[in-house]
Structures are given as structure tokens and as C-alpha cells.
């Protein structure tokens, strides 16, 4: 039934992402992570209202980071999103200088032809995949 319906939709050829939506549990500390990890930069912090939200960007990316209540567990799984940057190396090495540890022990199965990548972990659990441009 699925495969059906897919078969008949046109294809959006989606090439870009603008914006990602992360939930956080502490605002200030995803903020730090994604400032120091990824080089991102903030351009709008609405903290006063509910839910506190930030806004990053870095390149054409915008990343819109939102505050849980205090108190409120995450509803469902992490989330997952995926960078792709010019210097790969460069991300990696910072990435690594920070201590932050590779995601699936550093181990990231993928076939050969397929572009560098690697897997960490947000202060939240979710998983940022940063992916090599050149491979693109």
C-alpha cells in the first residue's frame, strides 16, 4: 500500500536544508555545545517567553533550539540531524579536541563510495552526523 502511494508521487528533489528544530533540556548548555562544536553562531535568543527557543546558524543552516519545561521528560526518541561541511577534517579535529567521543564507538558503517562521515552525540542524545561536502 505504501510502496504504491510513493510510486505515484512526483519527486520533490529536496537539495538543501534551512532550518533544524532540536528540543533541549537546558538551553544555555545546548547553546555552548553547538557554539564551540559546530561553529555555529547565535543570531536570536527568545528566552523569555515559554518555551525559552534559541536561533543559530551557521552558513545557510539555521538550527532553532527549544527549552522543555523544567520538569517535562522528552516525549519520544532524540532526535537525528545531519551537517555537511567544506572542512571535513577541520569539524573532526574540533569536534575531537573538545572530547566529545564518537557516537557507535567511532565506528561508522557506510559503504566505500559513499562520503565521510562521523556520529556524536548532543547534550541531549541527539545524534549530529557530520558529513564531508566533497563527497557530496
Not at 527549552?67 to 537525528?80: C, W
Not at 555537511?84 to 565506528?107: M, Q, S, T, Y
Not at 557506510?110 to 561536502?133: L, M, N
Amino acid at each position: 500500500m505504501l510502496a504504491k502511494f510513493f510510486a505515484d508521487c512526483p519527486s520533490s528533489a529536496i537539495e538543501d536544508t534551512d532550518d533544524v528544530l532540536l528540543a533541549t533540556a537546558n538551553l544555555a548548555r545546548a547553546v555552548n555545545f553547538y557554539a564551540r562544536a559546530l561553529g555555529f553562531r547565535l543570531v536570536d535568543n527568545a528566552g523569555r517567553g515559554r518555551p525559552r527557543r534559541a536561533v543559530m546558524r551557521t552558513g545557510r543552516v539555521e538550527l532553532t533550539l527549544a527549552e522543555r519545561e523544567a520538569g517535562k521528560a522528552a516525549s519520544g526518541a532524540p532526535g537525528r540531524a545531519s551537517f555537511v561541511v567544506e572542512d571535513f577534517d577541520a569539524a573532526r579535529e574540533r569536534v575531537w579536541n573538545l572530547g566529545i567521543a564518537a557516537a557507535h564507538g567511532g565506528a561508522e558503517p557506510h559503504p566505500p563510495s559513499s562520503p565521510r562521515r562521523f556520529v556524536i552525540h548532543d547534550p541531549d542524545g541527539h545524534e549530529i552526523e557530520v558529513v564531508d561536502r566533497r563527497a557530496h
